[in-house]
């Protein structure tokens, strides 16, 4: 059979361009909400406070207060600068800063300049830092170390106990559970299996954790500012690697109006990437071939009771570096976190 172009350009012309509108206008629309749930994830995530801030005030030899200072504040790890003005009170406030360690230097004309290192600014804290600067020349510098001091947070009501890095890498985890760090803050105790839900129904009794004598339902579980606490059970829903974690903070009373929905709240803050790279591999096994046999297995002549457990993982971060193309020192940073669980375990059956 023959046709003609017309028939031909009738047949699967107008077809191929009504498929090829029907796509675009799918491809928008898929576009359009997928930005609204960006967006929204993003309103979430800012809703929730995982950052601290640092209240600075600068005063001369006198004790009085010096407006219109120069204060420049920048990130160790990152290097990322945030700079600010003292107001007529000699105040400058930083806002929303990520947890970690910073270093900040002061200027005014007719003052020497002041440096001020190891500052550590903590999740969920809105601390105060006094400065002093002495009269001299601009170009001599006086350094002081802000670890000599203590950052109180006396601008902020809320009461918490901050597990930083350093407390997760040391001290010992059974199971790299960081849930269980949370029993070392004030008012807090494990669940027993008879009276969590959570344990009951999901089968694990160490997701959980009771505040002040509340329910287990009565904790909120933010990672980098997003519930994930089972709304039904009350446990956490998602609990990161330890390696993964910058440090987490139980607050608990007393916190700002971004909180909301609890009593007590477990706020965790996952590691960021840093100008350095970082690399971590480890293994944790347990293995019957070089395990004991039990007691009463050797007095009936039995083997050992076969269990072999793998724990395993990586970390990796630092500046995202394309050679030639980009350099994100300063600027863009990337965290990778993997971790995987394996056992096998056998089970011995009497008959009698």
């Known amino acids: ?46 809703a929730q406070s995982v950052t601290g801030d640092l209240v600075a005030t600068v005063t001369d030899d006198s004790g009085a207060v010096i407006p219109k200072v120069s204060l420049t504040l920048t990130e160790v790890n990152t290097g990322q600068v945030t700079s600010q ?17 910073y270093k900040l230097i002061v200027k005014m004309q007719g003052f020497k300049a002041t440096q001020l290192d190891n500052i ?12 002093h600067m002495s009269v001299g020349a601009v170009d001599s510098t006086v350094t002081v170390s ?92 998602l609990r990161p690697s330890v390696d993964a974690i910058q440090e987490f903070r139980v607050q608990r009373t007393t916190f700002g109006a971004e909180f909301g929905h609890s009593a007590s709240i477990v706020n965790t803050d996952l590691l960021g990437g840093a100008n350095s790279f970082h690399l971590v591999v ?11 046999n039990l007691y009463f297995n050797k007095q009936q002549n039995l083997p050992r009771n076969i269990l072999n457990q793998n724990n395993f993982g990586t970390t990796f971060s630092g500046p995202v570096s394309i050679p030639k193309l980009y350099n994100g020192r300063d600027k863009t940073f990337f965290m990778f976190n993997y971790e995987g669980f394996g056992v096998y375990q056998s089970m011995r059956l009497q008959c009698f």
């Open 85 to 101: 003005e003292s107001d007529s009170n000699g105040l400058a406030t930083f806002s929303s800063l990520k947890p970690g360690g």
């Open 146 to 237: 802000a670890s000599e001091q203590a950052l109180l947070n006396s601008e902020s009501a809320a009461v918490g106990q901050d597990i930083g890095k350093a407390a997760i890498e040391t001290l010992p985890l059974n199971g790299r559970n960081f849930i269980q760090l949370t029993q070392l803050t004030t008012g807090a105790s494990p669940i027993g299996n008879g009276n969590s839900p959570a344990s009951y129904w999901t089968g694990r009794s160490d997701t959980t954790v009771s505040f002040a004598g509340l329910r287990e339902s009565d904790t909120s579980y933010l990672v980098n500012g997003i519930e994930t606490r089972n709304a039904r059970f009350g446990n956490t829903g």
């Open 282 to 292: 480890f293994e944790l096994n347990r293995n019957t071939d070089y395990a004991a």
């Open 1 to 46: 059979m023959k046709f003609k172009k017309e028939d031909m350009r009738a047949r699967t012309g107008a077809p191929h361009k009504a498929l090829v509108k029907d796509w675009i206008r799918y491809s928008r629309l898929v576009l359009i909400l997928a930005w609204i749930c960006l967006t929204g994830s993003i309103g979430t995530a800012v």
């Open 120 to 131: 550590t600014v903590v999740i969920g804290q809105r601390a105060s830092l006094d400065v």
